[in-house]
């Protein structure tokens, strides 16, 4: 063995590179497409989640400012009324923004799930290529 030169064993890696790549390139390109498609996907759906949420936190920014003026236009009117509608229009209030928060945090604790859910499902197909390739000695 120490009688072939370099250059015969690059040319014999050359041969073993072509090798490897008839057998497996095609499988390579298409775990490669599959993966450049999946980050291209999470990236698409992490922007419109992202988009979803802003337009849901400004409409219901609106919502909550709207009903926050009418129930002070309300209040001011009813002012000669008593203590009492007084603190129940504001406990009415109160609902409303609760839920509009609860709305808003489970749409956020949503979106977190699903991106999760395609940041593991992504790290998963990434793990498969690496497993794949270190199997195929790339």
């Known amino acids: 063995m120490s009688d072939?030169?370099?250059e015969e064993m690059r040319e014999k890696l050359a041969n073993i590179e072509q090798i490897r790549d008839i057998i497996f390139g095609s499988?390579?390109?298409?775990?490669?497409?599959?993966?450049?498609?999946?980050?291209?996907?999470?990236?698409?759906?992490q922007?419109?989640?992202?988009?979803y949420a802003q337009q849901l936190k400004s409409v219901f920014s609106t919502d909550i400012r709207a009903t926050?003026?009418?129930?002070?236009?309300?209040?001011?009117?009813?002012?000669?009324e008593s203590k009492e509608e007084a603190t129940?229009?504001?406990?009415?209030?109160?609902?409303?923004?609760?839920?509009?928060?609860?709305?808003?945090?489970?749409?956020?604790q949503s979106l977190d799930t699903q991106t999760n859910l395609l940041r593991d499902e992504f790290n998963q197909t990434?793990?498969?290529?690496?497993?794949?390739?270190?199997?195929?000695?790339?």
Do not use: P, V
């Open 88 to 108: 129940e229009l504001r406990q009415h209030l109160e609902r409303i923004n609760r839920k509009f928060s609860n709305s808003i945090e489970s749409l956020d």
């Open 47 to 51: 922007q419109e989640f992202h988009d």
């Open 68 to 80: 926050n003026e009418a129930f002070d236009k309300k209040f001011k009117s009813l002012s000669t």
């Open 4 to 6: 072939i030169t370099k």
């Open 126 to 138: 990434s793990k498969l290529e690496i497993g794949c390739k270190k199997t195929l000695g790339i």
């Open 27 to 45: 499988n390579i390109r298409e775990f490669n497409n599959r993966f450049e498609k999946m980050e291209s996907d999470l990236s698409r759906l």
